[in-house]
């Protein structure tokens, strides 16, 4: 893997930003003399889905829509702060399983989402 090569999302477009550097795609940032460090904490934590405020999900987590999100074949969106119950996590791009009342069975992404207290 190349110094610029990004250890997070493997984006060959790296590029420096004074002593690190930076991933465009992802955002992620480094020091390419820890790469490899960065590399074994990302492969143990892949399993980790944290919401838009950091915080991680569980399984049966209640969590809550914070910005409206367009559904392919609905006349509208599902609106910001729906309350979803129960979700499932899984891997993939969207990785939370769940029910919305009103729209039914779908995947969001968890960006899109926060954990209700």
């Known amino acids: 893997m190349s110094e610029s090569t990004c250890p997070k999302c493997q984006s060959p477009y790296g590029y420096p930003t004074g002593n690190s550097m930076m991933c465009p795609e992802c955002g992620h940032e480094w020091n390419p003399g820890e790469a490899t460090s960065i590399e074994e904490e990302t492969t143990t934590s892949d399993s980790i889905i944290k919401d838009a405020n950091g915080t991680i999900l569980q399984d049966g987590d209640t ?17 910001a702060g729906t309350k ?21 069975s779908m995947g969001l992404k968890s960006q899109f989402v926060r954990k209700s207290v």
């Open 63 to 79: 969590v809550i829509i914070i910005k409206d999100l367009p559904v392919k074949g609905a006349s509208k969106p599902i609106k």
């Open 84 to 104: 979803v119950k129960n979700i499932k996590l899984t891997t993939g791009d969207h990785n939370i399983d769940c029910k919305v009342d009103g729209f039914g």
